[in-house]
């Protein structure tokens, strides 16, 4: 089955501490995505990915880091910087970033104890 | 002004009930639009599309007005099943990547 998967589902974090969230997409999309979701708010964009190898910040960087070392793979590190970081994150990955379709991976719930 | 504004709701809907959800953007140069539906706890996934010409999948419409930049969604004869937030998402499509999720409109259909 082709999709999008992220791991782990829940992810606990000690202050002080950084901690990455995995996304692999075997869609063999070239864009990818990273968003933030609050209760009540709509999807922030943290970083995205137009192709292997570059990546661009979106609305929300700060605190966060990013890599794309191979097509399927887009992993987000959450750094202690983020000093609000309780939140569900969401990846997703389309064929391009030109007006196309995003696939959403079921997320991870981020909490800090 | 936001760049994406929905109705944050909650409608409550009897079931067979038709229901109608607005967006509207800001800005006039967007170039492609969807509604997905996010259900607790869960992913978005994308609903449908919505061009100009306007569209229909089932007992759902998407409507597109340029001129008075909002989208529409109609769901026609609800059921138990539609309960969810459903997000309302903008493509300005220019130089480089904008995407606007709206923040969602939730809607209950009871029995």
């Known amino acids: 089955d082709g999709g999008i998967t992220q791991s782990p589902k829940y992810l606990f974090r000690k202050e002080g501490q950084n901690v990455t969230l995995s996304c692999e997409q075997n869609?063999?999309?070239?864009?990818m995505y990273w968003y933030r979701q609050d209760p009540g708010q709509g999807l922030r964009l943290i970083y995205y990915?137009?192709?292997?190898?570059?990546?661009q910040k979106g609305d929300i960087a700060e605190g966060y880091s990013v890599s794309r070392e191979k097509k399927e793979s887009f992993p987000l590190t959450v750094t202690s910087a983020q000093k609000n970081p309780t939140a569900f994150y969401l990846c997703?990955?389309?064929?391009?970033?030109?007006?196309?379709?995003?696939?959403f991976g079921p997320g991870t719930r981020l909490l800090v104890l | 002004r936001k760049e994406v504004e929905q109705d944050p709701g909650p409608f409550n809907v009897p079931e067979g009930a038709t229901v109608a959800f607005n967006c509207t953007y800001s800005?006039?140069?967007?170039?492609?639009f969807f509604w997905y539906r996010q259900d607790c706890r869960k992913e978005p996934k994308l609903l449908m599309s919505?061009?100009?010409s306007g569209n229909e999948d089932g007992r759902f419409t998407a409507q597109l007005n340029r001129a008075s930049q909002y989208i529409s969604l109609l769901i026609r004869d609800s059921k138990l099943s539609d309960s969810a937030t459903y997000l309302c998402?903008?493509?300005?499509?220019?130089?480089?990547?904008?995407?606007?999720f709206g923040a969602g409109t939730r809607l209950f259909v009871k029995a």
């Open positions: 800005n006039s140069a967007s170039q492609s």
């Open positions: 919505v061009y100009s």
């Open positions: 997703a990955s389309s064929t391009t970033i030109l007006r196309e379709t995003q696939y």
């Open positions: 869609l063999n999309h070239d864009a």
């Open positions: 998402v903008v493509n300005m499509g220019t130089g480089g990547f904008k995407t606007i």
């Open positions: 990915s137009q192709i292997v190898n570059d990546f």
